[in-house]
């Protein structure tokens, strides 16, 4: 009779990991280049029941059943979030939509090979200097400017330029005085070119990154780095502009009541089983 408490308790937590994933999607709906994070459930292995016979009675299969449920893990959506102009000269946002010979992505940048395989659409992504100078990705574009004239993420990281080294504005230069090209170069207001230009990573398969929290990204192994963006691939950085979360509010309350509602009904499936218990306890047992 305890299979069934057990199944209901399984579904309990995994319904509360999957209700804390929602609501913190929810709180960074105004976080930008936030990136919407998916509770992924997956149910324990099947068991064959059957019943046993005696004097040699072949057995009788009941049926299968489900040993319960759990919240395995996680999975970080990196399509393309809205871009709200903000005028703001430290402000940048990534317009992202790299191409891959011979697959078509869908809108949350999947695709499937001739194999059968499923391949992802690879991601382009400010790169900054975490602690201990560790490489860091991440689509937060409200970036500021230190004393030092060092250009900073919303953390206070160092952005990365792209000879790797951290971008210093040159002395007695603001950021307003400067304008960001399509190709990503730094140029005054003379046009000319200060020798400065914006690394932008690309991430082959951005499933591989784990999240680190503020919007920051990193390899499983710290040795890893991504390659800097090539040529002519479809990316573009916009100067006073900057990416919005890529939350969709509408589907994320609809998940929201769906994990309540879900969650009252293994609750009630527990206090089923513990009226049960009870009454096996305190009425079967005076027999």
């Keep these: 009779m305890l299979r069934g408490l057990y ?12 209700h804390d994933t ?54 970080t959506t990196h399509r393309q979030g809205d871009l709200v102009q903000t005028n703001r000269f430290a402000d940048f946002a990534i317009l992202s939509n790299i191409e891959v010979a011979g697959l078509t992505f869908d809108a ?56 790797r080294q951290p971008i210093q504005l040159p002395a007695n230069t603001t950021i307003d005085q400067l304008t960001l090209t399509e190709d990503r170069r730094f140029i005054d207001q003379a046009g000319n070119d200060i020798g400065i230009e914006m690394l932008i990573s690309r991430i082959n398969n951005p499933n591989e990154l784990i999240r680190e929290g503020n919007g920051n990204f ?45 969650y009252e009904a293994n609750q009630k499936v527990v206090q089923f089983y513990d009226q049960s218990l009870q009454k096996a306890v305190n009425e079967v047992g005076r027999i």
């Design 7 to 18: 199944s209901a308790a399984s579904g309990l937590i995994a319904q509360q990991r999957r």
């Design 22 to 75: 929602v609501t913190n999607n929810i709180a960074n709906i105004n976080t930008p280049g936030y990136k919407q994070v998916d509770a992924v459930t997956r149910s324990f292995p099947e068991m064959l029941l059957s019943a046993t016979r005696e004097n040699g009675m072949p057995r009788t299969e009941i049926g299968r059943w489900n040993s319960g449920v759990f919240a395995e893990e996680g999975v």
């Design 108 to 163: 949350s940048g999947k695709a499937v090979t001739e194999d059968g395989e499923i391949a992802y659409q690879p991601q382009a992504f400010f790169t900054v200097q975490g602690p201990n100078d560790e490489i860091r990705y991440t689509r937060g574009g409200k970036f500021s400017v230190s004393e030092d004239g060092f250009l900073l993420s919303s953390d206070g990281y160092r952005v990365l330029g792209a000879n």
């Design 218 to 262: 990193r390899f499983a192994d710290e040795e890893q780095v991504a390659e800097a963006l090539g040529a002519g691939e479809r990316v573009e950085v916009r100067q006073g502009f900057m990416e919005r979360s890529n939350v969709d509010v509408s589907q994320a309350a609809i998940d929201l009541m769906a994990a309540m509602r879900a």
